[in-house]
């Protein structure tokens, strides 16, 4: 699988998905996804569009994807992450921020990604990477922040009661702070340079954020669990599994921890 095939499958979705999430309908669920979310016709229709793109590459694949569970190609082969819309309720709601989220790894952990793509479907933009070749938006070359100063932390709260006072010593820390509602995309706009953290205590599944960590690594950012653990173990299935803390470089993840684990800001 290349990346060209991927961005064919992206064209499809971004002339298809901005118009479906002006029909009829479009906030009443149709069911209940694999991953025990709720599936709203758009996230049906991205799927559709991404499996027929997958199905016409021929190729041995084993898809894992938020809404259909897993599905063997061609007798399985390589692992194909997807998130159809990351930030469908967004999406629903007429708030552009919403994206699909397809990464490919060559075995069952997320140190096993090697390929992946992002493409932001409310105004088209791409962001990918391929391992040890960088992470390109559209056609620049990205840079994740290189200071050390809290410009921006974006965030996800799942359960706000819970989940905010976890992480409210990073947001206080911060110039500005940003609850956008897609991780995938969080992170991609990380590796751009656009944010200088993304963090969520509440636990996060591999295809959530598979594609992003490639994004980021190859940007030169990095990814823990709110402890400071690596994720790179995490295995690529549908269960919840991590919470997540990126941060644009080193200097910068060691006092967002700092702040998460003691409060302290003099580090």
Not at 157 to 166: H, L, M, N, R, T
Request: aromatic residues 6%; negative net charge.
């Amino acid at each position: 699988m290349k990346l060209d095939d991927l961005r064919t499958i992206g064209e499809n979705l971004f002339r298809a998905i901005p118009a479906a999430i002006h029909t009829s309908g479009r906030k009443n669920a149709i069911g209940v996804g694999a991953a025990g979310d709720k599936t709203f016709p758009v996230d049906r229709i991205a799927e559709e569009i991404i499996v027929s793109g997958l199905k016409s590459l021929n190729e041995p694949l084993t898809v894992i994807s938020e809404e259909m569970g897993v599905m063997e190609l061609n007798g399985g082969g390589i692992r194909v992450l997807i998130d159809p819309v990351d930030g469908s309720k967004n999406a629903i709601a007429g708030i552009p921020f919403y994206c699909t989220s397809i990464a490919i790894a060559a075995g069952n952990k997320l140190a096993d990604v090697y390929l992946s793509y992002v493409i932001n479907l409310s105004n088209g933009d791409e962001f990918w990477a391929e391992a040890g070749s960088g992470a390109w938006l559209n056609s620049r070359k990205m840079q994740t922040q290189t200071d050390e100063v809290f410009s921006l932390v974006s965030y996800e709260a799942q359960v706000p009661g819970k989940d905010i006072p976890a992480i409210l010593p990073l947001l206080s820390g911060s110039r500005k702070t940003r609850c956008l509602g897609a991780t995938a995309l969080d992170l991609a706009y990380l590796a751009s340079g656009a944010s200088s953290i993304f963090v969520t205590s509440s636990l996060s599944r591999s295809f959530d954020f598979a594609g992003g960590w490639l994004l980021v690594k190859e940007a030169g950012g990095i990814i823990t669990d709110m402890s400071g653990a690596s994720v790179e173990n995490v295995i690529l299935d549908l269960s919840k599994s991590t919470s997540l803390l990126a941060a644009g470089n080193n200097t910068l993840h060691s006092k967002a921890l700092a702040l998460l684990t003691t409060g302290r800001k003099d580090v």
